[in-house]
């Protein structure tokens, strides 16, 4: 067997790691946000896995358009996140390709070190950085890449409405002018992560189309600033994007916050997925949802 015909696919991922098959991957098991992008682009994962943050159920939020596997067994199967996926569960899917992200440094995110290494001694892996540093467009296109490498793509027109929702959303955004939109995770009663608008790549891409986007105090965190509501309702955000994943605190634990209240009374609060699917599909979703929030507002 020549060189050629034992690496007839392959692909090299943000670790710089050479990931090789001798023939397409067609079962590809992978983290729950890279497996809703896969979906939208046209690959059926046969699996999927969360993250340290997520339970013994997936997170309809981070699933995207996923099909979720239910008691018909029509949808995708949820394996369990963090210390509750086990390699064994993984392997009895047969996969022949396995997709995750990273965060920096190359470390593969929600899985547990020795479990990723022993998962990459019998299955190919691609792992792409969504950390700091990554532009939402630039994610978007190395799934675009790997998709291709699997034979599919973006329904046609994709790109096409997605150009014409960042023109839209930069047209709105330079009318709403002073608009203020503020990120946040709550945390409970008595806590809230304000995101920084550089360190997110979806919100990264709202400032570059001109939308003004608050930025929390300085202090300790990288991805947030961890305060009160106070410390929330004191930046006065025109429009809250709220995170709605199942990790964050839900709203009746801190509904009744005068704080918050003051926040939610004044802001237009648009529920917000800080883990969106790296899809054309998805931004275009994503940019046309605040542009609707701006225009409200306008």
């Known amino acids: ?20 098959a001798p023939r397409t991957p067609e079962r590809v098991v992978a983290y729950i946000q890279a ?69 920096g440094g190359g470390q593969v995110y929600g899985i547990e070190p020795d479990l990723a290494k022993h998962l990459e001694e019998h299955v190919p892996a691609v792992v792409i950085d969504v950390g700091r540093g990554s532009s939402l467009a630039g994610v978007r ?23 014409r929702a960042k023109s839209e959303l930069a047209a709105v955004a330079e009318r709403a002018g002073s608009v203020r939109v503020l990120a946040l995770s709550p945390g409970g009663p008595d806590s809230v992560h304000l995101a920084r608008p550089a ?21 300790p965190g990288v991805n947030w600033s961890t305060g009160t509501w106070a410390d929330a309702a004191e930046l006065r955000p025109d429009v809250v994007l709220l995170d ?24 237009t609060v648009l529920p917000w997925n800080p883990e969106l699917a790296p899809s054309a599909a998805a931004h275009t979703a994503y940019l046309g949802a605040v542009a609707e929030a701006l225009r409200g507002r306008t």
């Not at 067997?1 to 090789?20: I, K, N, P």
């Not at 086990?86 to 992200?101: G, M, Y």
């Not at 360190?199 to 202090?219: I, Y």
């Not at 994943?245 to 916050?257: K, T």
Request: aromatic share 8%; charged share 25%; hydrophobic share 40%.
């Open 199 to 219: 360190k997110w790549p979806d919100l990264s891409a709202l400032t570059g189309l001109g939308v003004r986007a608050v930025e929390p105090p300085e202090g």
């Open 1 to 20: 067997m020549d060189e050629r015909s034992r690496t007839a696919w392959e692909f090299t991922d943000d670790r710089g790691h050479l990931a090789t």
């Open 244 to 267: 709605a994943r199942a990790n964050a605190a839900p709203r009746e634990r801190y509904a009744h916050d005068p704080h918050w209240t003051s926040v939610a009374d004044h802001a």
């Open 35 to 103: 497996a809703a992008g896969l979906w939208d682009l046209g690959v059926r994962p046969v699996g999927f896995f969360g993250s340290f943050h997520d339970g013994e159920n997936p997170d309809r939020t981070k699933a995207g358009s996923l099909p979720l596997g239910g008691a018909e067994g029509d949808g995708v199967p949820y394996l369990g996140a963090g210390s509750g996926l086990a390699v064994d569960d993984v392997l009895a899917l047969r996969p022949d390709l396995v997709v995750a992200l990273t965060y």
């Open 141 to 163: 296109e190395r799934f675009a890449e790997l998709g291709r490498t699997l034979g599919a793509a973006e329904e046609p027109g994709a790109t096409a409405e997605l150009a």
